[in-house]
């Protein structure tokens, strides 16, 4: 009887050190909280926050079900839509396209400057130039080539019923009469949680996708504070009056889904600067809970006290 005792013991204390360790995660948690609720107040507009980590799944929203104008962010989908067909053989990322001077809408910076009718791309090139970009024609032609109910019955199929692709780029009657593209913050986050853990696809296409969504963008919001080199993959969105970013953060040991919405901003400078503040406060409680043991010491490389 006395060795189980003993392994008894054992188990009892290990258990009291990680509940320990998790009390000590759940007030930075609280503080985040804090910090969070301090930039909503003081927002002139409308804002939604959803933060997911990938590591325990422990979730804080904000207004997060509220549904708000995705802007360019809804291109998350569209790429997500592309590789789920690429690896059923629907399509190929190799397949070429001809530029067409039909395709060339407002706010599309590369394929307004190729050739139409020579110019050939291929559909990755099209995709990275929505991504990188934000180029719109190039999104619009991967809609048309995908087909936007295909897009919408893949978020269906995910249970993302709230996220909708009911438009193309620069589409301003579309917009006009109240077909918007639209998303919530925790259907952001949700799709990307799905797509981190290869619940849309499988390991090499799901590494291609955020190698993808990876690429630079120089108006990044949840990028904007964060250490250079850091590998983010998120799309950034700009409407009159909205800001948005979403995406993952591959903080060591400890990646993250975020996403923030803004709508019926006085200035949209405060929307960006909203959105940047709030990743900060994120990255640094991440990095802290990447970088600590469970009773809450941080390692740095370059720390040598005892």
């Not at 190929?92 to 001809?98: A, C, E, G, I, Q």
């Not at 995406?247 to 803004?262: D, H, L, W």
Request: proline fraction near 2%; avoid cysteine.
């Amino acid at each position: 009887m006395k060795p189980l005792i003993g392994i008894l013991l054992l188990a009892s204390l290990a258990g009291a050190q990680t509940n320990t360790a998790e009390v000590k995660r759940q007030l930075l948690w609280q503080k985040l909280e804090t910090s969070i609720n301090d930039v909503d107040r003081n927002l002139d507009g409308v804002m939604g926050v959803a933060v997911v980590d990938l590591t325990d799944h422990h979730q804080y929203f904000l207004h997060a079900d509220e549904v708000f104008p995705t802007a360019s962010s809804i291109k998350i989908a569209v790429l997500a839509e592309l590789y789920r067909q690429a690896q059923a053989g629907k399509v190929k990322l190799n397949d070429l396209y001809t530029v067409q001077a039909a395709d060339l809408v407002q706010d599309s910076d590369i394929m307004n400057g190729l050739t139409p009718g020579v110019t050939r791309v291929t559909l990755r090139d099209l995709a990275t130039m929505m991504i990188a970009v934000s180029d719109n024609a190039a999104a619009n032609v991967l809609i048309d080539r995908l087909g936007m109910e295909k897009v919408n019955a893949m978020l269906d199929s995910l249970g993302l019923m709230r996220m909708r692709l009911r438009r193309k780029m620069m589409d301003l009657k579309a917009a006009s009469e109240g077909r918007e593209n639209v998303a919530t913050p925790h259907e952001f986050v949700t799709l990307l949680s799905d797509l981190y853990e290869g619940k849309v696809l499988n390991k090499e296409m799901t590494d291609d996708f955020f190698k993808m969504l990876s690429t630079h963008k120089k108006d990044s919001r949840i990028g904007r504070n964060l250490p250079e080199g850091l590998k983010i993959a998120n799309k950034p969105g700009d409407l009159e009056g909205v800001r948005n970013d979403s995406g993952v953060v591959f903080v060591a040991n400890r990646p993250y889904a975020i996403s923030v919405m803004t709508s019926y901003l006085r200035r949209e400078r405060d929307g960006e600067d909203a959105i940047s503040n709030i990743s900060l406060d994120a990255y640094r409680m991440f990095d802290r809970f990447g970088r600590a043991s469970e009773y809450g010491r941080v390692v740095s490389a370059s720390n040598g006290s005892n």
